[in-house]
């Protein structure tokens, strides 16, 4: 896996991935940026959030669960010191469908967690305390 980050001015810069794709990420006015893009570490929340999501959706996919939406909100807290590392990370996943079996949608939860979200895993091995909850809405 590859990428780069351009630095374009202030504290902007444009992450490519090797698949081509690009994204801005900026940073605060009161840090010399513009406000045009997401921080930084929110990338970091925002990449884990999808990481985990995908897993869920995929083991849900794979259970034949009629799954019409799913929302991943996230909450985190960081040290206060330098560096300001994640501490904690809360997610609360919102799968909408028919017929969605409550233990079906803890299974495919855990399993991220547990076995295949490579972020969450890697932040967990890292100190960061990570909880994960779910509600099911049916359509």
């Known amino acids: 896996m590859k990428a780069s980050v351009k630095w374009t001015d202030g504290r902007q810069f444009v992450a490519e991935s090797g698949s081509g794709h690009s994204v801005v990420i ?6 010399g940026g513009r406000n045009t893009g997401p921080r930084p570490m929110e990338m970091l929340l925002m990449g884990m959030g999808a990481c985990t999501s995908f897993d869920v959706l995929n083991i849900l996919d794979k259970a034949r ?7 991943a909100s996230l909450e985190a807290e960081r040290a206060d010191e330098v560096p300001s590392v994640f ?3 809360h997610v609360h996943f ?8 409550e233990k079906q949608v803890a299974r495919a939860v855990e ?6 979200c490579s972020a969450s895993i890697m932040l967990v091995k890292g100190g960061v305390e990570m909880t994960h909850s779910f509600t099911i809405v049916e359509e």
């Open 65 to 71: 669960a009629d799954v019409t939406d799913c929302v």
């Open 87 to 89: 501490t904690r990370i």
């Open 26 to 31: 900026d940073g605060p006015p009161d840090h």
């Open 94 to 101: 919102t799968v909408s469908g028919k017929g969605l079996k």
């Open 111 to 116: 399993l991220s967690a547990e076995k295949y």
